[in-house]
Structures are given as structure tokens and as C-alpha cells.
């Protein structure tokens, strides 16, 4: 990567890469909800992928709005 980018440039490649990373969350939710009945260590692993995703999605939500807590930020989904 010797590309050199300006600052906007650099916020709308973090902002994709968030959008992809909470539509890959979302996918693997699903994926993990339609496997629960059928195949649970599927359902298992697509659950901590999920989870995976989750934590890029906060780590790249934390870079563009630093210090935010979690419930006011879209995209993130509170576990309770």
C-alpha cells in the first residue's frame, strides 16, 4: 500500500470497510439463525463469526467516532 490518500478519502475507505463489516454480521446471524435446528456447531461457528465481524464494525465505529458509547452509534447491535 504506497498510495498516499487524504484524510477524506481515508474516512469513506473506513466507512465502507464498516458497512461491509456490519453486512457481514448480519449475514452470519442469519446464517447461524437457520442453522440452530439443524445443525448447532454450524450455528456455533457462524455465531463467532458473527461476533467476529461485530468487533471490527466497533473498532472501525470507535476510529470515526472516537469516545461514542456503543448505544449511540447505528449500526451496532446491543446485546443484552
Request: aromatic share 4%; glycine share 6%; no cysteine.
Amino acid at each position: 500500500m504506497t498510495d498516499v490518500v487524504d484524510a477524506d478519502e481515508l474516512l469513506r475507505r473506513i466507512r465502507r470497510g464498516k458497512d461491509w463489516a456490519a453486512e457481514q454480521e448480519r449475514a452470519w446471524l442469519e446464517q447461524a439463525q437457520s442453522l440452530t435446528a439443524t445443525d448447532p456447531e454450524g450455528a456455533r461457528e457462524a455465531s463467532v463469526r458473527a461476533g467476529a465481524y461485530e468487533a471490527v464494525l466497533r473498532v472501525l465505529e470507535e476510529i470515526v467516532d472516537p469516545g461514542a458509547s456503543p448505544a449511540e452509534r447505528t449500526g451496532v447491535r446491543q446485546v443484552t
